[in-house]
């Protein structure tokens, strides 16, 4: 078979910083058939050598040019225009692809026409098992969009020939929590409210929109972060133990848990870096956040009163993705050292830019005295490997190739974020323009009345 991957959007942002270096590394080891070929799509009127051209000063890791341009082809495509989407078939069918992978590096808007530019031409045909197309989040702008856009991807393709990416399942530590948590008794027996006082999912970035005003405009932190990368790494923190590690058992249990989150609109803060309103493409008056924190909480019975706090944003003080899970200290050991016991025991699962696990816990103060002090098991999960840890999109790309379904996104876990998200609707203040990380910790403090030492 003769394999091929169409990227719609080849001009943006995401090509050039994750899925041109994803595809090298591939290539790299050779993962790729070693015919493959690679069509970017773009609506710009460029030749190959333009597009090489912008491509090489764009993208900002190294990468072997040489190699890739000799897999890659450039063609102009107009999203409206179903005679491009013929030509396209005409040049595929050309070079003797008879293994199509779509991917729609592009804003939600866009899906339904090059969903349906793709499947008329025979691109993309319905039930064509060496067929497949697939989505980057966000899946649609709200429920009802969300909703729409799947009913016709439905007519075009079977839901097998489906995917949807959320990258953060694509990284390694990610892949690690339902590890850490299952294959390790001394976690899961004391996984639940009797145990954990409160639980935090983090990512925070240093970085602003860049170039990405146009679509970030449109949808801000709480679709771009929270419905997708925030809400899935709290599912495999919360889910039940699944059935089997099976792809289907565990996105059944996920979606249990996102049926019981719940998050009202009085404990979400928002807040607008200063300076995005400068930035490209972004409405000079736009009130559209840039960084959202949020109490969150989940009714069943493992989860009754802990909260799960939700943090992400842009232009903060530091690029650090992270789950914390803080257990609690009242077991009654305190009686024992009324002076020096501060027990404090907490996980933390490292997502990025470190991978790894930290386990904190308490222990004697070296030398005479009696103190307690806290100690630090930290595992680094990357130092531990023989080749360089798989990037996200490298992984998402492989499994896309060899058609394994487990980390992209079924139906019902998106349409049940989108329901989360949705209880907020126009429910919530205005963002505070924040210009340093340490003013939004201010305000959360004094909202919530705790320091958040963690955040
Ligand atoms: C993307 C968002 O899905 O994730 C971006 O659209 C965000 O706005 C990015 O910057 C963060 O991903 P990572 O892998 O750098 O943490």
Redesign the pocket.
């Known amino acids: 078979m003769k394999q091929a991957i169409v990227i719609f959007g080849s001009t943006g942002n995401?090509m050039f910083k994750?899925l041109i270096p994803a595809l090298d590394r591939l290539l790299n080891q050779e993962r790729l058939d070693p015919d493959a070929r690679i069509y970017c799509v773009a609506r710009r009127d460029w030749t190959f050598d333009d597009y090489v051209e912008h491509a090489k000063e764009e993208v900002d890791k190294q990468v072997d040019w040489t190699r890739l341009t000799a897999r890659m082809t450039y063609i102009k495509l107009d999203i409206d225009c179903q005679n491009d989407y013929d030509q396209l078939q005409d040049t595929m069918a050309k070079d003797g692809i008879d293994d199509a992978m779509v991917y729609l590096a592009v804003p939600p808007q866009l899906f339904p026409a090059i969903a349906k530019g793709v499947s008329q031409a025979g691109i993309v045909t319905k039930g064509d098992e060496h067929a497949r197309i697939v989505f980057?989040?966000?899946f649609g702008e709200d429920l009802a969009s969300a909703k729409e856009i799947n009913r016709d991807l439905w007519q075009y393709f079977d839901e097998s020939q489906i995917y949807r990416i959320?990258?953060?399942l694509g990284?390694e530590m990610i892949q690690n929590i339902l590890i850490v948590r299952f294959a390790n008794k001394i976690f899961e027996d004391s996984w639940n409210h009797d145990t954990i006082e409160d639980v935090y999912i983090i990512?925070k970035?240093e970085?602003g929109?860049m170039t990405?005003g146009g679509?970030?405009d449109e949808?801000g932190?709480l679709k771009?972060?929270l419905q997708?990368?925030l809400l899935q790494m709290a599912s495999l923190v919360a889910m039940e133990k699944p059935d089997t590690y099976s792809s289907e058992d565990i996105k059944n249990e996920k979606v249990k848990v996102f049926q019981d989150i719940k998050i009202r609109p009085k404990d979400v803060i928002l807040g607008q870096y200063d300076g995005y309103l400068d930035a490209v493409k972004v409405a000079a008056d736009s009130t559209t956040e840039t960084f959202v924190f949020a109490e969150a909480s989940i009714n069943n019975d493992r989860w009754k009163g802990v909260p799960f706090y939700f943090l992400t944003g842009?232009k903060l003080d530091e690029?650090r993705?992270e789950i914390i899970v803080n257990f609690k200290n009242d077991n009654g050991a305190r009686s024992l050292w009324p002076d020096t016991y501060k027990p404090k025991n907490q996980l933390i699962i490292k997502?990025?830019p470190d991978d790894g696990v930290k386990f904190q816990f308490n222990v004697k103060e070296p030398g005479l005295s009696d103190n307690i002090v806290p100690a630090e098991l930290d595992y680094c999960h990357s130092c531990h490997s023989l080749e360089n840890t798989p990037e996200?999109y490298e992984k998402l790309l492989l499994d896309l190739i060899n058609k394994n379904r487990t980390l992209f996104t079924r139906w019902d876990e998106i349409e049940s974020t989108w329901r989360i998200v949705e209880q907020l609707k126009e429910k919530l203040d205005k963002p505070h323009t924040y210009s340093s990380y340490a003013q939004m910790k201010q305000l959360i403090s004094t909202r919530f009345g705790e320091d958040f030492d963690d955040l």
Do not use: Q
């Open positions: 995401l994750k980057e989040k966000p959320d990258h953060y990284k990512a970035e970085e929109v990405r679509y970030y949808i932190a771009d972060m997708s990368h842009k690029k993705s997502v990025a996200a």
